[in-house]
């Protein structure tokens, strides 16, 4: 599997974006998908996750903020994000896992994105 990332971009604070993550290869809709972010100087960490089965699982700190979806026919795994703060600005990385459940764990996830930079601005 192949994994696509898009969606970043330069907002201010209070704004909204949507990430995508796109996956190519056979059965992309039996792979769980997270979303991982890694600002400057910090490590990769945990935002958000959806199940084969659609589950979606969120960090603490953006919980009723963003919101993950799967678009299956399109191959598509959604981050809608709003009410973007300044903490929010990272790289943002999706990774997908065959049968996943939706792991917050690094580790857990075989294929990874190359990343797409969110930039949040006071």
């Known amino acids: 599997v192949q994994l696509q990332a898009s969606g970043g971009g330069a907002v201010q604070a209070g704004g909204s974006l949507r990430l995508s993550c796109t996956g190519s290869?056979?059965?992309?809709?039996?792979?769980?998908v997270g979303w991982f972010r890694q600002a400057p100087g910090k490590e990769r960490e945990f935002v958000s996750s959806?199940?084969?089965?659609?589950?979606?699982v969120y960090a603490d700190s953006v919980k009723g903020r963003f919101t993950i979806s799967r678009d299956d026919p399109k191959d598509t795994i959604y981050l809608s994000m709003s009410s973007l703060e300044p903490d929010d600005t990272a790289v943002y990385y999706c990774?997908?896992?065959?049968?996943?459940?939706?792991?917050?764990?690094?580790?857990?996830?075989?294929?990874w994105g190359q990343g797409t930079l969110v930039t949040v601005s006071s």
């Open positions: 959806i199940s084969w089965g659609g589950i979606p």
């Open positions: 290869g056979r059965a992309f809709n039996s792979y769980g």
């Open positions: 990774a997908a896992k065959q049968w996943a459940r939706g792991s917050s764990r690094v580790g857990e996830y075989d294929y």
